[in-house]
């Protein structure tokens, strides 16, 4: 049973103090920094590029930064991450045209590996590289835009790649991003997923430490 993990996604941060926003953040419970990596091509918006993550290294920022890359093609990105600082970073299958490629190239990266699937994009895709990741990260919303609403058949999915992954006998972890509040945490918990990402419900708060302990009493 992996540790539930919060990842506060940097997308709803305070951009004229960055740095201190995410230390705040962190120093507030928080136990990995997630970034929504954009490119008004793959998805709508755009948002930005490894300088950032450089940027929040030079700062002094030392807790695992995720790198979710919404962004077509991803090979480039995925080494100038790697680069830049990134401990983990995921992209989506309709991305790349040779996954398992991609997969092996952040992991030559020294980053581990995970695969981001779309609300629409069915389980099976990770038939032939399931082993290969370290975590999968499933949309619980359409992915472009930060604020949007939990789309609630993301449960059954948590769950049917809970129980694929248990009877592979696999330690990967999944990971859940979109419209993730203190209300539905638990319920995105008990289906199987151990890591969450949450941006607004986090960076909108009046108090950081008192929402992410909020959150994280509900694995209790």
């Known amino acids: 049973m992996h540790t ?7 997308l709803s941060a305070d951009f004229a103090c960055l740095g201190q926003d995410v230390q705040n953040v962190l120093d507030s419970g928080a136990d990995i920094v997630h970034f929504d990596v954009m490119d008004n091509h793959y998805v709508p918006n755009l948002s930005f590029g490894p300088m950032i993550c450089d940027a929040l290294r030079k700062y002094g920022i030392r807790a695992d930064i995720d790198v979710h890359l919404m962004v077509q093609p ?4 995925i080494q100038a991450f790697a680069k830049a600082g990134a401990s983990m970073i995921s992209f989506h299958p309709e991305a790349t045209m040779h996954l398992d490629r991609s997969i092996q ?31 999968v990260l499933l949309m619980s919303v359409n992915p472009g835009f930060g604020g949007q609403s939990f789309i609630e058949n993301t449960l059954t999915k948590i769950t049917e790649l809970k129980r694929i992954i248990d009877a592979k006998g696999l330690n990967t972890r999944i990971e859940v991003d979109g419209g993730i509040k203190i209300d539905n945490i638990k319920s995105v918990w008990e289906a199987g997923a151990d890591m969450f990402v949450a941006g607004s419900a986090i960076f909108s708060s009046d108090n950081y430490a008192d929402t992410i302990a909020a959150m994280k009493n509900q694995f209790k």
Request: hydrophobic share 45%.
């Open 105 to 135: 190239l952040i992991k030559d990266n020294g980053c581990k590996a995970g695969l981001a699937l779309n609300p629409g994009t069915p389980l099976h895709v990770l038939d032939c590289v399931l082993e290969k990741l370290d975590y």
């Open 74 to 77: 991803v090979d480039s990105m």
């Open 4 to 10: 539930p993990l919060i990842a506060p996604s940097i």
